[in-house]
């Protein structure tokens, strides 16, 4: 999407009031003239032009005055206003190492469709961009838009990025090369803001933005689940977003999450996830004639089997998975102990397509933490929003760069935008 001045006022005071105006619209249903007065400080007229601007650009809406809602009684009826959650759109993709997943939002964060598709880990890495670029456009057909109705993608990828959304060169690998093909370019092309960054991040943003919105709806701001914790993708391999002080900590070249460390902790040894490390050892342990016939794990076919069946047998007392989840247990205390000693922080989240069935894990995780930690052993508790945290991330600091450069950008439509949400 173009850039050009889409508030068309001379005055960079009534840019700035504009700003304020559309920030506080951005985060509720609806707002009257007179909220946006007590909240920004402005006067009445300058309340009434600035939305009227908005208006006329497309950003918000009028709606019925509260005295035809019944929601007002006496006195003259406010003005009532709302955020054309419409009249633009952002794309958030998961372009994981096994599996991709595009969804597209309105500018309240809404989903309004989803598309996921398998990939091959090992193809080239311009199949990985078409695929991924025709995944994008399913996406689009689903909610009936077009590449016109979109302002920003995020794309999260399993390699660090630096602030320009590439990913390092690595002599001899070409691992981070194949996750991040361009993806800044391919989708440049378009005519859209593009983000791509580390997907553990995104997973952090994710998390970051719903413990917000939990501590608001019990009556106060951004408190401390929010302030300091980790938040883990625990699949294929570890990766790691930290939010420390309330800021997302990336590193210089973006790859403080990066958990190649874990290759020189005693017990642990490599940065291989749970999903990965009970998939591989419940096929090994097949494959040793060690599963004994009375284990559900036997009656699936051997290429099938993957963590969370085996979560699912410990769940239902199953002996074989039991170990394996105990084994599990103790690798992952002392990959939570090193994130806590290093970090400090007293929450570590559990995030991913594992964190569902990972409770009893989780809970057998606990005794081994206590017993590696050198102080209060941190909360670790599984994610809530499941295989979609990526892409819920993805759609947050999508929408963070749309509220940031709102006034730089032409919407699509405008003309049409002033009709009701």
């Not at 050009?4 to 559309?22: F, K």
């Not at 690998?173 to 440049?188: R, S, T």
């Not at 997973?203 to 009556?219: F, L, N, P, W």
């Not at 749309?402 to 032409?410: D, I, N, P, Q, S």
Request: proline content about 4%; charged content about 20%; hydrophobic content about 50%.
């Amino acid at each position: 999407m173009a850039l050009s001045t889409g508030v068309s006022s001379p005055s960079l005071l009534r840019r700035m009031n504009a700003a304020e105006v559309l920030r506080h619209a951005w985060s509720v249903d609806a707002v009257t003239a007179s909220d946006l007065i007590a909240l920004t400080g402005l006067t009445r007229s300058t309340v009434l032009g600035v939305c009227d601007d908005l208006i006329d650009h497309g950003w918000m809406v009028s709606l019925a005055d509260a005295r035809s809602t019944g929601e007002y009684r006496k006195g003259r009826p406010a003005r009532r206003y709302a955020l054309a959650r419409s009249a633009g759109h952002v794309v958030g993709v998961d372009a994981g190492q096994h599996q991709l997943t595009a969804v597209v939002a309105d500018l309240r964060g809404d989903v309004l469709a989803r598309a996921v598709r398998r990939i091959d880990p090992c193809g080239s890495t311009d199949d990985r961009r078409g695929i991924v670029s025709a995944l994008v456009d399913d996406a689009l057909a689903s909610a009936s838009l077009a590449d016109d109705d979109v302002l920003a993608v995020t794309v999260g990828v399993p390699a660090p990025t630096d602030a320009e959304g590439r990913s390092p060169v690595e002599a001899g690998a070409d691992f981070w090369e194949l996750m991040n093909p361009d993806y800044v370019g391919l989708f440049a092309l378009r005519g859209w803001a593009v983000v791509v960054e580390n997907d553990a991040n995104l997973a952090a943003v994710a998390e970051a933005a719903a413990a917000s919105r939990a501590d608001r709806e019990v009556g106060g701001g951004a408190g401390a689940a929010t302030a300091s914790f980790v938040t883990l993708l625990a699949g294929e391999r570890f990766g790691a977003g930290f939010v420390l002080d309330g800021a997302l900590v990336r590193g210089n070249r973006g790859a403080a999450g990066e958990m190649r460390l874990l290759d020189l902790v005693d017990g642990v040894g490599s940065a291989d996830g749970l999903g990965a490390l009970l998939r591989d050892w419940a096929r090994a342990a097949r494959e040793l004639g060690t599963v004994p016939a009375s284990s559900p794990l036997r009656a699936i076919p051997l290429d099938e089997l993957e963590a969370p069946a085996v979560l699912a047998a410990a769940d239902a007392g199953d002996a074989t998975a039991l170990r394996l989840v105990e084994k599990a247990a103790e690798r992952f205390g002392r990959v939570c102990a090193v994130l806590s000693g290093m970090l400090d922080v007293d929450r570590i989240v559990v995030a991913g397509a594992v964190a569902p069935s990972i409770g009893l894990l989780l809970e057998r995780t606990t005794p081994w933490l206590s017993r590696f930690t050198h102080r209060a052993a941190p909360e670790v508790v599984a994610s809530t929003l499941g295989d979609a945290v990526v892409t819920t991330g993805a759609v947050e600091r999508a929408l963070s760069h749309v509220r940031g450069h709102a006034l730089e950008l032409t919407l699509p439509g405008a003309a049409d935008a002033t009709r009701a949400s």
